[in-house]
T-cell receptor, first 121, second 106 residues
């Protein structure tokens, strides 16, 4: 199946710094990417949906100015956690699909990355 | 909130079939049901998906009710390595519920 990678797999940073996480689709063009966060022993929480070349759509309660998402190409989306604080420590997971999310809905599989563990000290 | 609800946990004996139910009563006509599983500290692993018909692949079978309001994932011969959290989601909604923690016991 298709492969989605994330980089870095693990990052530790100081409070107040910004951290960028990359999500890449390795062998297909991802028109849509999703970002999730997961706290220990909890389920995945959808943060935002991004379509290539357009602004991301954030879920209710997710601060768009804190979690900056850029989907500039069909194979790369980035999530930047700005001014990170200890409460932002979490497991961040991206997923990608080649399916469109617009008016004409075509079915495609959704592939998940391996996740990035962020620890803010 | 997610469109799916699942029992929080289930046990299964090794070698027996594991049947994991999922309710998705508000699913739309063009939405698919997807199943994933997650082993600790890893990204979710795709298992199977379906729209109306029952589906089978090398990992599992998916039974979808005629009204499409619920489905069942079947692992025909569970092994200890199938111990994981299993999630069903509705494709296009993309929100995860709490999932079912399946424990396969020797």
């Amino acid at each position: 199946g298709a492969v989605v990678s994330q980089h870095p797999s693990r990052v530790i940073c100081k409070s107040g710094t910004s951290v960028k996480i990359e999500c890449r689709s390795l062998d297909f063009q991802a028109t849509t990417m999703f970002w999730y966060r997961q706290f220990p022993k909890k389920s995945l929480m959808l943060m935002a949906t991004s379509n290539e070349g357009s602004k991301a759509t954030y879920e209710q309660g997710v601060e768009k100015d804190k979690f900056l998402i850029n989907h500039a190409s069909l194979t790369l989306s980035t999530l930047t956690v700005t001014s990170a604080h200890p409460e932002d420590s979490s497991f961040y997971i991206c997923s990608a699909t080649s399916g469109g999310m617009g008016l004409v809905r075509s079915h495609n599989e959704q592939f998940f990355g391996p996740g990035t563990r962020l620890t803010v000290l | 909130d997610a469109k799916t609800t699942q029992p929080p946990s289930m046990d299964c004996a090794e070698g027996r079939a594991a049947n994991l139910p999922c309710n998705h009563s508000t699913i739309s006509g063009n939405e698919y049901v997807y199943w994933y599983r997650q082993i600790h500290s890893q990204g979710p692993q795709y298992i199977i998906h379906g729209l109306k018909n029952n589906e089978t692949n090398e990992m599992a079978s998916l039974i979808i009710t005629e009204d499409r309001k619920s489905s069942t994932l079947i692992l025909p011969h569970a092994t200890l390595r199938d111990t994981a959290v299993y999630y069903c989601i509705v494709y296009y909604d993309m929100r995860f519920g709490a999932g079912t923690r399946l424990t396969v016991k020797p």
